[in-house]
């Protein structure tokens, strides 16, 4: 099958092209940038999703289009760039698979369409109103409408997964990584607390900040500890194949992620003891980060199984960052 995967250079994209070429599938990445490889089966299209020239070209042939792709910025000086990518990107794309009627398609959209820290109810399942709380979510909402256009105007059956937060197990515990940097390192935090211009977090984080590194544990006001999803993003790829391949997944709506949420009081304190550093507890301004998706339907329907707890990812995160600090 030609497979036309978008964001195929970024995190998840590039697994799933390795796991596509593996089973000796065609592939074709369309990305921003180049992913840097050059495989049998594997042909490469950098450019813009809005680019409508790029997109023909990156969608001629195609018989299926995994759209993974997407800008992923919380910042307000980002909304103009998240909307042109993720909404008009998704659009044009979509514009042009119409004239090319690949058989599936599977959209990459996002738990931020949920309320998720205030929402309706727990645990948020496919039925939950979408009320998403940020321009990202929002952008992932409108791109779920394209998608369900393109599929009834363009007769092309499309699945959408809303996926949980998602890493590469070996950044958990980078303090350079896009987002365990701040989620979980102190001075990390503390930048992007200032970034986003939150004074109170700032003040709060920076008093127990002693100029050497830490791990925080976050909790919100009344000291209630976050939680949330962080599945790996090798579970993500199974489930997107899944999506793929299966005839039920036409004209389906699935939560993808891992079953469990991750308790930041358990976690914090395995990933205190991996990585032998100090770990200091703050109490943030506000109602703070605390959810849990259920994954019940794709594991029903699909028979979608989540290999990696936050142990098994903790473990080898702290292998990667040992072998980081060998190299220098
Ligand atoms: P990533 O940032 O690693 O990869 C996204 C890729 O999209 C990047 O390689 C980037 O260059 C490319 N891209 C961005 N804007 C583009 C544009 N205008 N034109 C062409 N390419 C563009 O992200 P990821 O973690 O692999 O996420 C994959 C998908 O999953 C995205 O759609 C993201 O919104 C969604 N998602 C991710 C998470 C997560 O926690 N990682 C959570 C929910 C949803």
Known sequence: MAILVTGSAGRIGSRVVDRLLAEGQTVTGFDLRSAGRSQPGYREIVGAFDDPAA????VKDAEAILHLGAFMSWLTADADKVFRANVDGTRILMEEAAGVKPARIVFASSGEVYPENVPDYLPVDENHPLKPRSAYGLSKQLGEEIIRLTERSAGIPATILRFSHTQDAAELLDE???FSGPRFFLQPKIRQQEAFGNAAAVAALKAVDDGTPALVLSRNENGRPFRMHITDSR???????LALKSEKAAGR???LGATAPVDFADALPLMAQATGLPLKTVDLPGSGVFYETSNARIRAELGFEPQWTIERMIAEAAAARAARAKAG
């Not at 997109?55 to 990156?58: H, T």
């Not at 579970?235 to 194949?241: A, Q, R, S, T």
């Open 253 to 255: 709506t699935y939560n």
């Open 55 to 58: 997109a023909r070209e990156a």
């Open 235 to 241: 579970d993500m790829v199974d489930g997107i194949l």
């Open 176 to 178: 350079t990584s896009f």
